[in-house]
């Protein structure tokens, strides 16, 4: 139990350090969690460039793997659902076309200091 809320502290704080660093990249959060069944997306923004479906992955050193690399092919997918999800339900109220994005966040936490690595299109749906 006292684990996996750990794991969900170091979660939650690797979202908050990315949202800071993409609101200085300029963005703007639209949403942070969203859920839609089983399906989740950590962060919506959006930037000059389109809207964003970023995955965050966080880890604390030492780590076996870098945290990027656990966007597997199957997270991928769900993530492609969510988004879908999300501009059938929420679309309407965003401006005009867009492109979509799908990025990656990976945070190394290391004795109270952050790494942010950010993978801007990371991947493309369907490739």
């Known amino acids: 139990m006292a684990y996996s809320r750990h794991i969900r502290e170091i979660g939650r704080g690797g979202e908050d350090i990315s949202c800071r660093y993409l609101v200085g990249r300029g963005?703007?959060?639209?949403?942070?969690?969203?859920?839609?069944?089983?399906?989740?997306?950590?962060?919506?923004?959006?930037?000059k460039d389109g809207i964003h479906f970023v995955e965050v992955k966080s880890r604390r050193v030492p780590m076996e793997v870098q945290p990027q690399e656990s966007v597997t092919r199957r997270k991928q997918k769900k993530l492609c659902e969510a988004a879908g999800l999300y501009l059938g339900r929420k679309g309407r109220m965003l401006s005009g076309e867009m492109e979509?994005?799908?990025?990656?966040?990976?945070?190394?936490?290391?004795?109270?200091?952050?790494?942010?690595?950010?993978?801007?299109?990371?991947?493309?749906?369907?490739?």
């Open 27 to 47: 963005h703007v959060i639209l949403d942070r969690n969203w859920r839609s069944g089983h399906l989740e997306i950590d962060i919506v923004s959006l930037d």
């Open 100 to 127: 979509c994005h799908f990025d990656i966040i990976a945070v190394i936490l290391d004795n109270g200091t952050a790494e942010v690595n950010y993978f801007p299109d990371a991947f493309i749906p369907g490739i």
